[in-house]
């Protein structure tokens, strides 16, 4: 069984923060980290081929640094690494990216299953597993909180409003994954940290997937981003302050005044 | 990178609007370095216009041909019975908006089973059309049997723009869409409006901190998903009826490589769900602990609430992530909001910003969540709760 | 297999960071803290090869471990200290206790107890320490008689007594120094050996979350085989050895803890409304408390990673730069702590803030591994061979490099390290043809003014270089505002304090030596310094927000 992982390098967004002057991000001396919701998929694949012996190779679109990312997973468990790199993909939206991701995947040919994260935690959108998906025409179950397989079929535990769904598939199928409540990212040991230096990760370009140019980075992507701004600066409420006692007695009032103590 | 031109005149608006720091200003000229992502957003700053993306390949087709505001209308089934999910008709009064000011017909999209009860409540929201595809195998939500109808729809018919939910359906779908049609697709847009005939898509960027309008030029159509609570439901036509299209769409064959095994939903606790509950009680880092937690449940109960978090208090797993309020988790606008040792960061505003009434009580007098609220108390929450808790006992004795 | 590379030395950074963020809560310490308490389970863990297995850093390839390059094992020091000094001395003490297996062990005898160390995840001591030999070891009382069969050599009996040894009460194995006929030489014990014992664990006044415990030794009988080197009187030698490593450690310590300190403290002062602004908006709270210590931070990082680099070429040796390094670091962190205290004020000085606590812990590092004190006197003495053999041109053939590096990049503080050496060599020499080194406060003084410019020399040439250490979180520009910064006040350190000691013992004209040091040339370049400051103070509130 072959299970290919996409995975993104991010900002670790606790350390984001913003200029209160420009309202601009601040990124200076923010440490990168493997996207929490790919580590959860990464962790479900390594446990997948713990039971049935699957090959995983993970796969990412990124600056060269981004081999950070590959190498940890490499530690993890993960066996081959592909970093998509280039200059080409400056610019991707989610269309143009998982047009490049699909065609590195179908470069590396044999595929059972494809995990990712549901959506990076640096855009939120959520869209990139389906893209691949389309892509590849295959299959896709998103927002899974389990997924196990035999090596035949994948059968998941899927989020829907307000419940979930225990879904099964054929293979070849891509889910992506949401993750659990307290979800504490496994890290390597330092010698399996050592010894993931001698796993191979391949760098790839734009021509050694074969990717049309023109799907590609600016060109591939349909979005524009025509302006951004600080959000609207808004009128500060009626305050007050004072005894522990004297608040709760005037919030109480209010839940009465407005009338919600029914 | 972007493109600088030689007329820049170095005035360095650009190099503070860039989110990525990779602009400055050499020699009196703007100089992009490697860090750029090519995201545009110093294009609309420059006076002298002397930035620009590269031009986009997109074909340029007829766009003039694409006519139409759609809203993708989610049937939901919570096991007892079938309705429209709430933000279906979120999505058709935005959409009434947006079509009048294009001057086009606004057009409900419905798959599913039985669903001719819905329509007249869909005319009622200002749908003028309502295309229907329905069928037995459509009674669950199945992405390649969905895809495909409203790819068949969409290439059939070319709206200009399509709206859809940013539910689970809404969002593993939508995107399934998008990667077939090759147009552009933004997500959980917080406002909508139209500009010189474009759809421009608002929503936090970059992290939840900066707002970003985006827009889809060359493509057609311009489709965005919008969270549930984002905007608000407006009947603009009671009584009146839709023109009803049926279109009789097979499933396709790859609908069946994914079958649900079982389904099964989560027992409401307390108070109600959280999108749908009036009042809602959300705590951040300053609750501290699960005790802190514990109260607002109290609270919550005695005044019929739900209870949510910030995404501060997810990380502290003080609550399970799916009841993290803001950008990257749910929208709510109850009718109440009381927000605890929440500092109110922007990706938490967004989330909650267009409940009715919202208290706020923190620590800090200078947290920006007393900026959007009507009352706030500048104190800890973990003194003030339990005495409130107390107090509204009393008062409903 | 390969060495480490970059990306795999900030892999196991990032495990370390998250093991501590899931297992060692600031409340943990807090706890263990106020007990005196090793937390055993945790050196246990980190120690565990499928967890972490830190120690395996220490240990060759072949012997099972991972072979871990200086660079990486400083850079496990720093983020060591910054978790808590007392859980990096215990993890210490076994890369110390190691190290005469590793400088001067046999091969069978590096297969044996390495693998051993490896495999069985064992803590490891360093017993060298005793009542009356500290950092001078000749003073050595524990002797080991020869125990002889048929004329052999098959053992020894060890006795006397040992203090202040780190994982003393706790660790599995010890290395200890004892006098042997042939000379001093280190031997290997094991726990439970008869007659070997351990003192209770010591009250300190830091580090309390390590294990301190004296050690006793009545008649111990070791096998032959655990001479390590299998050769008496080596002991000196190989613990001199290890001296330029082993001392930048302790700088990490000293860098990482005092990171600690002063970033908990910038962060606080982010959100403290004082006076209608956060605190850390205000200049004089950030030039006094802040700005200042992050300079020498990033000096101090700097010089550690080029002495490290050059120690990955070299092995062994560099005992003058690791004792700048570590008297460098360690000073700089202990005064760091101090001010971190200060600028949280009241919260400072509670327990419910880790400031205070580092302040304690940090103390350690400018005591243990050589005080400050003889890392002065090493330093002086190394320096002061050069200066005479060199006819006192050692230092001025630096400052023309570093002219010749201003010429090219004015941006790195070049000049005013010129200015320094220059300074420094007319003070040595004044010293010399005096004869002022006499006076032992004096050869403190130059120890201490020689790694002051040395450090900056450092620090400054890395800028011009182009080069930003790994590990700092600032962007080169920055880097090189702080090296402006550091060279300026190193020279007028250098030239003021060289001149004072000059004149407080020496005969000379005070105006007459001021032109000599070129005290003027030094203050002109104090142009623009306290732009620079600020320039760095913005730099630190836009990394360190809260």
Known sequence: MNIIVCIKQVPDSTQVKVDPKTGTLIRAGVPSI???YDHYALEKALAIKAKTGAKVTVVSMGPAQAVAVLRLALALGADEGVLLSSRAF???????????LAMTIKKIGQFDMILCGQMAIDGDTAQTGPGIAYHLGIPQITFCESVDSDGTRAVVKKLIEGGHQIMEADLPVLITTTMPVDYAPKYPSFMAAHKAQDKKISTWTEVDIQADPHKLGLEGSPTRVSRIFPPAARQKGEMFSGSAEEMAAKFVEILKKESFIK | MIQIASNCVGCGKCVSTCPFGALSLVNRKAVANASCTMCGACVSVCPVKALSLPASGAAKKDLSAYKGVWAFIEIADNGQKQFVRPVGLELLSKGRELADQLGEELCAVVIGDNIQPYFAELSSYGADKIYAVEGQGYHDYNTAAYANAMVTLIKKYNPSVVLYPSTYIGRDLSPRISSELFVGLTADCTGLSIQDGLLIQTRPAFGGNIMADIKCPDYRPQMSTVRPNVFKKVVSRP??????????????AQAGKVRIISKQMDPITCGEKLDEAEVVLAGGRGMKDKAGFEMLETLACELGGAVGASRAAIDLGLKPKEKQIGQSGVTVAPKLYVACGISGAVQHIVGMEHSDTIIAVNKDANAPIFNVCKYGFVGDARQILPKVIDGVKKAKN | MAKNDLTTRNLMLDSLKQYAKNRISHEFIREHDAKNEIPLEILKEMYDRDTLGVHLLLIPEEYNGLGGQTTEIYRVCEQLARIDLGIATGVFATFLGSDPINVGGTPEQKAKWFKKIADENKLVAYGATEADAGSD???LRTRAERVEKDG??????????????????????????????????????????????????????????????????DEVYVPAENLIGLEEGKGFLQAQAVFGYTRLMVAAFGLGAGEEAVETALVYAQQRIQAGGPLAQKQ???????????????????????????LEVNNHGLATEGAIAKLYATESGNKAAEDAIQAMGGFGY????????????????????????????????????EHLKSRGQYYIKQAEEFEAIHAKNPNVGADSVALGFRALARVLEDCRAQKLTRHQYITFMLGDL?????????????????????GSRFDLNTLCTMARVNARLSAFKIATDGMKLILGVGAASAQDLSAAVNLVGIEEKMTGLITDEDAVSAKLREIFKA
């Open chain 3, 152 to 217: 052999k050599i098959v053992g020894y009996k060890i006795t006397g007594s040992k203090m202040w040894i780190s994982n003393g009460g706790v660790a599995d194995i010890y290395t200890v120094l004892a006098l042997a006929p042939g000379g001093p030489s280190w031997f290997i014990v094991e726990k439970g050996t008869p007659g070997f014992t351990q003192d209770a664990h010591e009250d300190k006044h830091g580090i309390r979350l390590s294990n301190t415990a004296g050690l006793a030794f």
């Open chain 2, 239 to 252: 009584g009146a009826m839709a023109q009803v299209v049926n279109e009789p769409i097979a499933i396709p």
């Open chain 1, 34 to 36: 493997l996207n929490p």
């Open chain 3, 284 to 310: 004089g709270f950030m030039l006094k408390l802040i700005t200042p210590h992050y300079v020498r931070f990033e000096a101090a990082r700097a010089y550690i990673d080029w002495t490290a680099k050059q």
């Open chain 3, 137 to 139: 070891l000749v003073s």
């Open chain 3, 450 to 470: 020689i790694s002051e410019a040395e450090v900056a020399a450092v620090f400054s040439h890395q800028c011009a270089e182009g080069k930003i250490t790994e």
């Open chain 1, 90 to 100: 400056a610019g991707s939206d989610t269309w143009a990216t998982s047009y490049a």
């Open chain 3, 350 to 385: 509670t327990k419910e803030f880790p400031v205070e606590k580092i302040k304690r812990d940090v103390k350690i590092t400018c005591i243990y591994e050589g005080t400050s004190e003889v890392l002065e006197m090493t330093i002086f003495r190394g320096r002061w061979q």
